[in-house]
């Protein structure tokens, strides 16, 4: 191969280099964690700022999800140590339950 060809090849490679896809930041830690522990949201009243974020932690071995009642959020099905992250972005109330466990209640406050 010659001077130029390998000069090339370089560039090409150093070019696909630069330009290939970043891989993601890792998430940044959440402002409020609600554990989901004993069939309970752990705290069952969250108080946050708006814009700031919440983290739910599945401690069961049993599977929930964490649903608004007025629809504004819903998580998929979370299992055991999954988590699931919800940014509050409106100033409100926010009841919800585990759609699997009705009975199973919690409130976020956004002001």
Request: with cysteine; glycine share 4%.
């Amino acid at each position: 191969m010659t001077t130029k060809t390998l000069l090339g090849i370089f560039v090409l490679l150093l070019l696909a280099v630069a330009c290939a896809p970043k891989e993601a930041a890792p998430a940044a830690e959440a402002d409020v964690t609600v554990r989901i522990k004993d069939f309970a949201f752990i705290p069952e009243v969250v108080t946050v700022k708006e814009g700031q974020t919440i983290k739910w932690v599945n401690d069961d071995s049993a599977v929930h999800t964490v649903e608004a009642n007025n629809k504004a959020f819903s998580s998929p099905e979370l299992y055991q140590n999954d988590a699931w992250v919800w940014k509050a972005d409106k100033k409100g109330a926010y009841e919800y339950i585990c759609g699997i466990h009705p009975s199973m209640k919690g409130k976020v406050v956004v002001e």
